[in-house]
């Protein structure tokens, strides 16, 4: 929705889904998060928030002749 982009909702949704897991998990030492490589946008909410890459996934789509 253009007409929301720019008001940092993306880094506050996740904000705050941070802060509810810390309360709901406290024992939470680590968490993994995935993004397309082709959305900056998310890339650097995620960066924001100290993510780093620690591997990155090659997913294939197909459309098999099933007969
Ligand atoms: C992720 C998302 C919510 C971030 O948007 P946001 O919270 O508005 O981001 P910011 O406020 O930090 O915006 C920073 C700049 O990037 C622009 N921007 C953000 N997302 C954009 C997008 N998808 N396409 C083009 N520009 C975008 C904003 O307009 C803003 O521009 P400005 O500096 O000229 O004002 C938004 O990109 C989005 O809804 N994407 C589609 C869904 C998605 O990617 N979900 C995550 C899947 S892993």
Redesign the pocket.
């Known amino acids: ?2 007409e ?10 996740k904000v705050a889904t941070h802060a509810a897991l810390r309360e709901q998990a406290p024992g939470l030492r680590a968490l993994a998060t ?3 490589h082709v ?1 900056p ?2 890339i ?2 995620n960066e924001q928030l100290g993510y780093r890459v620690a591997f990155r996934e090659l997913g294939l789509q197909g459309r098999p002749d099933l007969g």
């Not at 929301?4 to 949704?13: I, S």
């Open positions: 929705m253009p929301h982009r720019g008001h940092r909702l993306g880094l506050a949704l995935w993004n397309s959305n946008w998310m650097a909410i």
